[in-house]
């Protein structure tokens, strides 16, 4: 497994972050406007969107039954006469991109991804670090993620501690998700929420942004779903224009997932065409691009049975 490590702490990098709030999002419907997708289109979006996907499930009486379902549903959406019309070549990776849990399920993920013969086809996210508000102790935080891990977690959704961000203490930031990191090593993908709609600013957002970049994040995440503002495409092309700029220094790629509020598949075309658009084609792979939102996989498919199945 291919991780990111740690680059060191680099205020240059925090340097020119000053976004106008009315400008970004300007730009974000230009963008959209620019990649827009015809309805004859969206059926192969869908499916694009779905292999992108991480299913969730994030509830106080989660159990191994309904963990059990999720994975099934992960790893077989359609039925096998839907299958049929889909075509051949593209079947073999008709999945969610992951399944994510509580860590306390991780090893209910793990039991049924091992029955349907789908380990590390469909990879295993714990959310940890306090999720979703990140108010733990650092030495909390690590052990959360080393259990996860341990279970059978190949990727880590961490939450980061607003209160640093607020109060721009981006050195300690840095050196919380350092320790973060060195816990998922090469044995998990460290994906870091922002939890931008606690963040106050757009400033605040790509501030944060490069500081999770630089502490060695596979991923950088806007949300964990349970904040009043979540993903939105203003905030999103932020994110991917912090993404930009730390490739360009560093030649390193960081994936970019949305998460809360996607509820569509014309939803999930926006956010493609926004990647598409800005980092290019080539993002638009599990490994770089992703979306938290199991509400999506509805309406996604009811897209597919719409289009294949009549």
């Known amino acids: 497994m291919h991780c990111n490590k740690p680059i060191p702490f680099d205020e240059t990098l925090l340097e020119d972050c000053y976004v106008e709030c ?21 059926p192969i979006w869908a499916l694009k969107a779905l292999t992108l996907t991480d299913l969730t499930t994030l509830a ?19 039925t096998l006469n839907t299958l049929s019309k889909i075509d051949s070549n593209i079947r073999p990776n ?3 991109a992951a399944v994510c849990v509580y860590p306390a399920r991780v090893s209910d993920a793990f039991d049924s991804l091992k029955c349907l013969k ?16 990140g108010q733990y102790p650092l030495i909390s935080k690590l052990q959360e993620i080393e259990y996860a891990i341990s279970k059978g977690a190949t990727e880590i959704d961490i939450v980061i501690d607003r209160n640093l961000a607020l109060n721009e ?21 460290m994906k870091t929420i922002l939890a931008v709609g606690e963040l106050g600013t757009m ?4 501030k944060a942004s490069m500081v999770a970049m630089m502490a060695g994040s596979d991923f950088i995440k806007t949300s964990t779903g349970k904040e009043s503002v979540n993903a939105t495409l203003p905030v999103s092309l932020v994110m991917i224009e912090a993404i930009q700029k730390f490739h360009r220094k560093t030649g390193i790629k960081i994936g970019f997932k949305p998460a809360g509020g996607i509820k569509s598949v014309r939803d999930a075309i926006n956010w493609m065409i926004l990647v598409k658009e800005t980092l290019g084609m080539e993002w638009l792979n599990p490994n770089l691009f992703r979306f938290g939102a199991s509400s999506l996989f509805d309406d996604i498919e009811k897209c597919i049975l719409s289009a294949f199945e009549c």
Not at 28 to 41: C, D, P, Q, S, T
Not at 60 to 78: E, H, I, M, W, Y
Not at 203 to 206: A, D, M
């Open 60 to 78: 106080g009486d989660d159990t191994k039954s309904n963990v059990a379902r999720l994975c099934q549903r992960a790893a077989n959406p359609f």
């Open 118 to 133: 789908k380990l590390n086809v469909i990879q295993i996210a714990a959310v940890a670090t306090g999720f979703p508000t």
């Open 94 to 96: 008709i999945h969610a």
């Open 203 to 206: 400033t605040n957002v790509k």
């Open 22 to 42: 009315s400008q970004a999002i300007l730009r974000a419907k230009n963008i959209i406007l620019r990649g827009h997708v015809n309805k004859e289109e969206e």
């Open 169 to 189: 203490n981006w050195e300690k930031l840095y050196n919380e998700l350092v320790e973060m990191r060195k816990i998922c090593s090469n044995k998990a993908h």
